[in-house]
């Protein structure tokens, strides 16, 4: 497939009725995190997880810094 090809909405189209996640992986050299996005704008059904984003929520969440003191939130 010609590169952008995936990304024309006529080509979307065909494919739109189809289920669809689109993963973006951290280490995604291949596809950059720009493209994922570009294609989760043409294909709105489609979900989209970022797995750097994933990660970075978990080391926010386990970070003490973070966490709600004792007693609830502030």
Request: with cysteine; proline share 11%; aromatic share 8%.
């Amino acid at each position: 497939m010609p590169e952008g090809e995936l990304l024309r909405p006529e080509n979307i189209a065909k494919i739109r009725h189809i289920p669809a996640v689109i993963v973006q992986g951290r280490y995604d050299m291949v596809c950059p995190i720009t493209t994922a996005y570009e294609l989760t704008k043409l294909w709105p059904e489609a979900k989209f997880v970022s797995l750097s984003l994933l990660l970075s929520l978990f080391r926010l969440r386990a970070d003490p810094a973070f966490r709600a003191p004792a007693g609830g939130h502030p």
